[in-house]
């Protein structure tokens, strides 16, 4: 068997799991579709058989400001992300490590300040 | 790590610095007027600082074989710095849509950066990161402008953009697999090595390595966004797009199959000459015939862009079959492409300023109007078509004869196919010389371009003819940039 082989026959697993699961939930489908009782009554139909009737639409519109907020916040989770490994060997590597640091917290402030002047963080 | 690594990659930290400078300038004072002449001084002093670097003959490797720096790189770095401080010095007068300049100067410095640091990346990770900073950059760009259609071509370039990332970076896996090393020295001995059982896994990753980088070199059949941003996007954008970006892109491409994957002596040369091949032949005819049929003049020259990255992909694929000219008849095209591009591009730009569209038939009777202009955008499409004593003439002629040098049979049948090719551009590019030269104009009142604008097309006009006339300086950089490659 060559390595190459051997690398896919790895995945034979993951092959047989996803083959497995599909023909289940096909079956699932399928079987309730020809066994179960079937009504074509109308009210079959609605989101609640029985009850309220819903209004308005399910799906609602999200203000762009949380996709700003969600933008920065990112931003800052990425920087802390980088700061801790950053901490911890910051001894090793010495000054350098200081001064590489202060460039990237710098170029993140740039674009907070941007986004700030911008206006992004006002909520309007 | 000493400071030495970081003046390695000086130009492209200039070049960062600019952008930041640029970005805070225009948060502070708020005016237009100081940010164009920053990001020209920034320009200016990264071309310096490469010049110096090219002058000392600045070689070798840092961050841990990552980057390198040779003549080569200094080669591209040098082209990429001359196409974005032509579109900042002619590209104002396209800009009318995009309101945000600061923003504008500050993503065409940071992507140059990145553009820069691509064609020094030497292990697939940094390839990667700096392909990503460029494209990400250059989504933004391209739906800066605040209309429909420069979001529509932003959203366009974005997503084909990201189908191609993820391509690539399957083609990644499995070299990085195969050789167990993200390094491309590593790599290309790996693959020197491939024995029959690894061979299609060889295979198959330069397939999709050659679809992701292909995107960016915008060969069919990883065109299908070209028109739509080319024309969506504010017509500097598109310039520096169909220069800039493709030079990058086949310099990464030459990185990547010529250091990586070993050049012309691998198991596996011959299958990706062949590739090359195809997709060049492909390239050049769809592109030409749908370039015949379009009447948007940034349309047009989108799909003559494809044809034309046919024509040096044809390069590529001599470059495998271990044709020793390939490489710097590549770097050769790749400048004097950039030089007729851009003076063709910058016409339109003003042009269109002027006129308000980009139809071909707003170009009638244009050496009635602006007599200078209409001189450089048919010189430039003389150059285009392939026609001595242009640039373009001599740098077909290289890249059809390093492929004949390459010596195989279906060599000889791609260069057919190519100049049949350009037979087939001449209609187009003529007809639309003829518009120019012959027509009557529908509006005869003549205008004259900005000073800026002049002196940029001049500049252009003077690199068509000179390296039609005298190639010998640019052949000589091309050729000791090649020679940096092997």
Request: hydrophobic residues 55%; aromatic residues 10%; contains cysteine.
């Given at each position: 068997?060559?390595?190459?082989?051997?690398?896919?026959?790895?995945?034979?697993?993951?092959?047989?799991?996803?083959?497995?699961?599909?023909?289940?939930?096909?079956?699932?489908?399928?079987?309730?579709?020809?066994l179960a009782?079937?009504?074509?009554?109308?009210?079959?139909?609605?989101?609640?058989?029985?009850?309220?009737?819903?209004?308005?639409?399910?799906?609602?519109n999200v203000?762009?400001?949380?996709?700003?907020?969600?933008?920065?916040?990112i931003?800052?989770?990425?920087?802390?992300?980088?700061?801790?490994p950053?901490?911890?060997?910051?001894?090793?590597?010495?000054?350098?490590a200081?001064?590489?640091?202060?460039?990237?917290?710098?170029i993140?402030?740039?674009?907070?300040?941007?986004?700030?002047?911008?206006?992004?963080?006002?909520?309007? | 790590?000493?400071?030495?690594?970081?003046?390695?990659?000086?130009?492209?930290?200039?070049?960062?610095?600019?952008?930041?400078?640029?970005?805070?300038a225009?948060l502070?004072?708020?005016?237009r007027?100081?940010?164009?002449?920053?990001?020209?001084?920034?320009?200016?002093?990264?071309?310096?600082?490469?010049?110096?670097?090219a002058?000392?003959?600045?070689?070798?490797?840092?961050?841990g074989?990552?980057?390198?720096?040779?003549?080569f790189?200094?080669y591209v770095?040098?082209?990429?710095?001359?196409?974005?401080?032509?579109v900042?010095?002619?590209?104002?007068?396209g800009?009318?849509r995009?309101?945000?300049?600061g923003?504008?100067?500050?993503?065409?410095?940071?992507?140059?950066?990145?553009?820069?640091?691509?064609?020094?990346?030497?292990?697939?990770?940094?390839?990667?990161?700096a392909?990503?900073?460029?494209?990400?950059?250059?989504y933004?760009?391209?739906?800066?402008?605040?209309?429909?259609?420069?979001?529509?071509?932003?959203l366009?370039?974005?997503?084909?953009?990201?189908?191609?990332?993820?391509?690539?970076?399957?083609?990644?896996?499995?070299?990085?697999?195969?050789?167990g090393?993200?390094?491309?020295?590593?790599?290309?001995?790996?693959?020197?090595?491939?024995?029959?059982?690894?061979?299609?896994?060889?295979?198959?990753?330069?397939v999709?390595?050659?679809?992701?980088?292909?995107?960016?070199?915008?060969?069919?059949p990883?065109?299908a966004?070209v028109?739509?941003?080319?024309?969506?996007?504010?017509?500097?954008?598109?310039?520096f797009?169909?220069?800039?970006?493709?030079?990058?892109?086949?310099?990464?491409?030459?990185?990547?199959?010529?250091?990586?994957?070993?050049?012309g002596?691998?198991?596996?040369?011959a299958?990706?000459?062949k590739?090359?091949?195809?997709?060049?032949?492909?390239?050049?005819?769809?592109?030409?015939?749908?370039?015949?049929?379009?009447?948007?003049?940034?349309?047009?020259?989108?799909?003559?862009?494809?044809a034309?990255?046919?024509?040096?992909?044809?390069?590529?694929?001599?470059?495998?079959?271990?044709?020793?000219?390939?490489?710097?008849?590549?770097?050769?095209f790749?400048?004097?492409y950039?030089?007729?591009?851009?003076?063709?591009?910058?016409a339109?730009?003003?042009?269109?300023?002027?006129?308000?569209?980009?139809?071909?038939?707003?170009?009638?009777g244009?050496?009635?109007?602006?007599?200078?202009?209409?001189i450089?955008?048919?010189l430039c499409?003389?150059?285009?078509?392939?026609?001595?004593?242009?640039?373009?003439?001599?740098?077909?002629l290289?890249v059809?004869?390093s492929?004949?040098?390459?010596?195989?049979?279906?060599?000889?049948?791609?260069?057919?196919?190519?100049?049949?090719?350009t037979?087939?551009s001449?209609?187009y590019?003529?007809?639309?010389a003829?518009?120019?030269?012959?027509?009557?104009?529908?509006?005869?009142?003549p205008?004259?371009?900005?000073?800026?604008?002049?002196?940029?097309?001049?500049?252009?006009?003077?690199?068509?003819?000179?390296?039609?006339?005298?190639?010998?300086?640019?052949?000589?950089?091309?050729?000791?940039?090649?020679?940096?490659?092997?």
């Amino acid at each position: 068997m060559s390595p190459l082989d051997q690398l896919f026959s790895n995945y034979l697993p993951v092959f047989l799991g996803t083959g497995i699961g599909a023909i289940l939930v096909i079956s699932a489908l399928v079987g309730s579709r020809l066994l179960a009782p079937y009504s074509e009554e109308r009210n079959k139909g609605t989101t609640y058989e029985c009850g309220m009737l819903p209004i308005r639409r399910a799906s609602t519109n999200v203000g762009m400001r949380f996709y700003l907020y969600a933008i920065l916040f990112i931003v800052f989770d990425v920087e802390a992300v980088f700061i801790f490994p950053w901490a911890l060997s910051y001894l090793a590597v010495g000054p350098q490590a200081y001064w590489e640091m202060v460039v990237f917290v710098g170029i993140l402030a740039v674009g907070l300040a941007y986004a700030w002047k911008k206006g992004a963080l006002r909520w309007q | 790590m000493n400071l030495e690594a970081f003046h390695f990659i000086g130009p492209a930290i200039v070049l960062l610095a600019g952008a930041v400078l640029v970005l805070l300038a225009d948060l502070a004072t708020g005016r237009r007027a100081c940010v164009r002449p920053l990001a020209m001084l920034t320009l200016a002093a990264a071309a310096l600082y490469a010049a110096t670097q090219a002058a000392a003959d600045t070689g070798g490797q840092a961050f841990g074989g990552a980057i390198g720096v040779d003549r080569f790189t200094i080669y591209v770095a040098l082209l990429l710095i001359v196409i974005t401080a032509a579109v900042v010095v002619a590209g104002e007068p396209g800009l009318t849509r995009v309101a945000q300049r600061g923003e504008f100067y500050a993503l065409l410095l940071a992507s140059t950066a990145s553009m820069m640091l691509l064609a020094q990346a030497r292990d697939l990770v940094a390839i990667f990161v700096a392909l990503e900073t460029t494209s990400a950059v250059q989504y933004i760009l391209v739906g800066l402008g605040r209309d429909a259609r420069a979001s529509e071509a932003g959203l366009k370039y974005l997503l084909t953009g990201a189908i191609a990332a993820a391509v690539l970076l399957y083609g990644f896996v499995l070299l990085f697999g195969i050789a167990g090393s993200t390094s491309l020295a590593d790599i290309s001995r790996a693959v020197a090595e491939t024995g029959d059982e690894t061979r299609l896994a060889v295979v198959v990753a330069f397939v999709l390595i050659a679809a992701g980088v292909g995107f960016k070199m915008a060969i069919v059949p990883f065109h299908a966004w070209v028109p739509d941003v080319y024309q969506g996007a504010a017509t500097p954008v598109t310039v520096f797009l169909s220069a800039a970006s493709k030079a990058a892109g086949f310099a990464i491409a030459l990185r990547l199959f010529y250091t990586g994957l070993g050049g012309g002596d691998t198991p596996v040369s011959a299958d990706w000459a062949k590739l090359f091949g195809v997709l060049a032949a492909v390239s050049m005819t769809l592109g030409n015939l749908a370039a015949i049929q379009q009447t948007d003049v940034k349309r047009l020259l989108g799909y003559s862009s494809i044809a034309q990255a046919g024509n040096i992909a044809v390069g590529l694929a001599a470059v495998a079959t271990g044709s020793t000219l390939g490489p710097a008849a590549v770097l050769f095209f790749l400048g004097t492409y950039a030089a007729t591009n851009l003076g063709a591009f910058i016409a339109v730009i003003a042009v269109g300023a002027r006129v308000g569209s980009d139809e071909l038939r707003d170009y009638a009777g244009l050496l009635r109007r602006s007599p200078g202009l209409a001189i450089v955008l048919v010189l430039c499409l003389l150059s285009l078509t392939g026609l001595p004593p242009t640039a373009g003439f001599l740098a077909k002629l290289y890249v059809f004869n390093s492929a004949v040098q390459g010596g195989e049979q279906w060599l000889v049948w791609l260069v057919v196919v190519a100049v049949f090719n350009t037979a087939l551009s001449a209609y187009y590019y003529l007809r639309w010389a003829r518009t120019i030269l012959l027509d009557e104009p529908l509006d005869p009142a003549p205008f004259q371009p900005p000073a800026a604008t002049n002196a940029v097309l001049t500049a252009a006009a003077l690199g068509v003819l000179f390296f039609g006339i005298v190639p010998t300086p640019l052949i000589d950089a091309a050729r000791s940039a090649a020679a940096a490659l092997a």
